[in-house]
């Protein structure tokens, strides 16, 4: 029954997760591409750092390594907001297809009074959406490696180092996926989960954003969690296991809060 | 269950959503092996409880038990005995009629091994199958949802307005398999707002209006409560003590032409006609419809 489950949730977003993991390839290869163009030989350092532009790369990077370093420009590719746009719609896509749209569409009605432990459902399209994050993620790293490979200005990049950037990504996405899936476990309709996803993504986006920028909001900075998404540093100085182990820790127990919702709520379409 | 017990056992039940109370309180024994009839307007609260004996609605009150199991806390063992078909069938519209078939049997514990005759039964060819559901019509969704309830062959089947949009020799096709599903000892619940449905099918019923049963029992026992009326024309003027029967409702008419209305049977009418030259008589037989509504309208609201 588990695996039937979850075929049905890996079929169901076959396209979204072939056209997604080729924008992400693709953003991969065209950061990895464009470092030749930007990278330390396009500006010096000291002119880079006193026009602020290196405070503003920051705001968008995240992390302080500078965004004219390898680690950096490759780390920024991974927390653009393109590529964030990507993993989040698919995290949205994924969320509010596995519980809220079925009660929009009626289908749950079926579904659910077949004898499926409703967490036991629930979990197979956690699991697909999972899966699904390995392969986006693994998409944009080979865009990745292929660019390190065949661009010069990158050839002495480390590969633990490449390894680390799409890791960094990790506990984020666990994060958003948690508030996503939550939200589906306990609604009837998409519109409430694209809401609640994105606007706790976007939400933590501009925080931290901000208060990078805009020195009396630095205090609140640490209530973002994209103040602890930092690919470049994770590619420089290895994995930040403290902020990586409360993001991954919240959003797995959010994934347990929406298994406890879906075991107990009303079903009516 | 032991044959003793009631297939679905129904005591206090009460659903509220918000400020809106849908159940007020149902107590229903449905014996096992019979077609019973959940029947009511819209909006009465039948396909509330229908749903909560399907396992998709906790009740906020009372309790629910099928075949002897709790559906609140054996929600899934109950499940696995039960065919249900929502009040309105809604399948994966993307997928074929064939894929929607094998993924609700795939999730089921009990194999499909009626499948096969109830796609024959149902008229469904392999090419309807293999296409994708969003092209069917209404009546075409319905068959497959029937289809998906009886495929297991469980022991008890709920079903919401089941013939609604099959055509009328679907329907009977459809009668017919309660009617042998019932002689094989399965129990069916199945609600409906036709009346002739009921009448075609069930056993016994409840009637249910604003969230409470205000009538179980046979159809006959229906019939009893309803008015009827008995029309004599009398070859010259009778002068009879009507008003003295107790189940005399109301006398009309002229001295030669008498018109009774009473309620339950007719013996006692009969007895006083029978010595009188009668030069006609007619006893009209209530319809269900009638019966059913003249029930209703006798309910305080």
Known sequence: ?269 | MTSEQPAISVSGLVKRFGATTALEGIDLEVPAGVVYGFIGPNGAGKTTALRILAGLLNATEGSATVLGMNVRRHRKAAQARIGFLPGEVRLYGEATGWDNLRLLAALHTLAPHRQAEMIERFELSNEVLERKVRTYSRGMQQKVGIIAAFQHDPPLLILDEPTEGLDPLMQATFVELLEEDAKDGKTVLLSSHALSEVERTCDRMAMVRKGRIIFEGTLADVRSRALRQLDVVFRSPADLPWRDLPNVVDVEGTARHHLVTFTGTPNELLRLVVDLPVEDMTLATASLEESFLSYYREQPT
Do not use: C
Not at chain 1, 67 to 84: A, K
Not at chain 1, 107 to 122: A, G, H, K, N
Not at chain 1, 248 to 261: D, E, Y
């Open chain 1, 1 to 269: 029954m588990f695996g039937t489950l979850l075929h049905t949730a890996w079929r169901r977003h076959r396209h979204l997760r072939w056209s997604l993991s080729v924008g992400l390839f693709l953003m991969g290869l065209l950061l990895a591409g464009t470092y030749q163009v930007f990278g330390s030989g396009f500006i010096p350092d000291t002119v880079f750092q006193d026009s602020g532009l290196a405070k503003t790369f920051e705001a968008f990077s995240g992390g302080s390594v500078s965004v004219l370093s390898p680690e950096g420009w490759l780390g920024f590719g991974y927390v653009h907001p393109f590529t964030l746009m990507l993993l989040i719609a698919w995290a949205v896509a994924s969320a509010a297809t596995s519980v809220a749209r079925e009660v929009e569409d009626g289908t749950i009605e079926f579904l659910l009074s077949r004898p499926v432990d409703r967490r036991v459902m629930l979990g197979a399209r956690i699991i697909a959406w999972a899966a699904g994050s390995v392969v986006l993620l693994l998409a944009d790293f080979l865009g990745t490696m292929i660019g390190i490979l065949f661009f010069e200005a990158l050839a002495d990049f480390p590969l633990a180092g490449a390894v680390r950037l799409p890791l960094s990504l990790v506990p984020m996405l666990v994060l958003i996926g948690g508030v996503a899936f939550l939200a589906s476990a306990g609604s009837s309709a998409r519109s409430r989960v694209y809401a609640a996803a994105l606007g706790f993504t976007v939400g933590s986006y501009f925080l931290n954003f901000a208060a990078t920028l805009w020195d009396p909001l630095g205090p609140v900075a640490p209530f973002s969690f994209f103040h602890y998404v930092s690919p470049g540093e994770w590619a420089r100085d290895g994995i930040q296991l403290g902020p990586a182990a409360v993001m991954v820790l919240l959003g797995i127990a959010l994934f347990g809060l929406a298994l406890t919702v879906i075991d107990r709520r009303d079903f009516s379409v």
